[in-house]
Each structure stands twice: as C-alpha cells, then as structure tokens.
C-alpha cells in the first residue's frame, strides 16, 4: 500500500477512534457513574509518522550544513556533527575535517543542498529508520589553501547523496552517508 494512502488510512481510524471516545451526557438528574478515588489514566499518544520522518530529513540537512559550517571555518572539531551524526558517518565527516585542517585547507562559499527525497522508512507506524537520497552541489563551495589560493581545480559540481537515519533514545542521527562522485545527480 502506498505511503499516501496508508497515511490516509491512519487518519481515517484516529478520527473514527476519537468520535467513538467522544463523551455522552446522561439525562438530567440521572448518574453515570459513582465517584472514583483513582486517579484518571494518562492518554498514551502514538507518534505521527510523518512527523518522525520530518524530524529524520531535518537531521540530515542539519548535519549537511553543520559539515558546511565546520569545513568553512576549517576546524576539526566535530562537536555540532555529533549533534546530527553518529557510527559511520559522523566518522566520514570528521575524517574529511581532520583531513583538511591537517593539511591547512579549508572551503569557501555555500553548496546547494537539494531537498532530500525519503526512499524509505519503518516501521509505518512509527518509524525508528529513514532512508535518503538527494544532490549536493558543490559549484559555489570550493576548497582554498591557508594563504587563500584555490587549492582543487577539478570537477566541481552535483553529487548524489544517500543516508541512512536511525531515531536512538529518542534522537534522530544520520548513521551512514555516502556521497558519489561530480556528475551522478541529474541537473
């Protein structure tokens, strides 16, 4: 079944769901129900699925542009990507970090990040795993030298991306990353 109309589907049962917990009012001067010494029980509420999805795309664009933030100051300091990042990927990116620091560059400029594309996530109804893909170009974000001569003259341009992101005490993290070569995304 296609998400959009499990979505819908989901939908339909919480409002069926929550007219049927609608209150009745009994008749004038006639009880329902004797006092009760018991506290009432606290509603349980389930997640809203795309929500939770929302929150996993919002980790990956963030740690994207945490990257960004860190590779422009030339820092190696990983502390924001730890924010957003975790396992394999948070590895990557502080790798490239140390890399570049080590080696005393740093970039310029803003890529553009387009605007990830969900492939998958589960479970449906309440997702802990959100899959990825999308393109990041890099045309306006290059790499320098300290003494602020180009330090890459090579092909700069649309990668592909693709992540995976996992929700783990309640925190959604990117958990692995890949980024392919210039040219792999269409545009």
């Known amino acids: 079944m296609g998400t959009r109309r499990w ?24 009880s329902t129900s004797s006092p009760s010494l018991r506290a009432p029980t606290p509603a349980v509420s389930s997640p809203d699925p795309r929500a939770e999805v929302q ?19 030339g820092t190696d300091d990983k502390t924001e990507l730890a924010k957003y990042a975790t396992g394999s990927a948070l ?11 080590a080696k005393g560059l ?13 492939t998958n996530f589960g ?15 890099g045309t306006n974000w290059l790499l320098y030298k300290s003494n602020g001569q180009l330090a890459d003259s090579g092909p700069n341009g649309r990668r592909r991306t693709g992540a995976q992101i996992d ?3 309640g925190v959604w993290k990117v ?11 269409p545009g």
């Open 7 to 30: 979505m819908g589907h989901l939908a339909l049962a919480a409002l069926l769901a929550l007219a049927a917990c609608t209150s009745k009012h009994a008749p004038d001067g006639t």
């Open 55 to 73: 929150a996993a795309v919002a980790a990956y664009t963030n740690l994207l542009n945490a990257f960004v933030v860190a590779s422009n100051a």
């Open 91 to 101: 590895d990557l990116l502080a790798g490239g970090l140390a890399d570049n620091k």
């Open 106 to 118: 740093h970039t310029q400029g803003t890529p553009g990040i387009d605007t990830p594309r969900v």
């Open 123 to 137: 479970p449906a109804s309440n997702p802990t795993s959100v899959s990825v893909t999308g393109c990041v170009d």
């Open 167 to 169: 929700k783990t005490a």
């Open 175 to 185: 958990s692995s990353l890949a980024i392919q070569g210039v040219g792999t995304c």
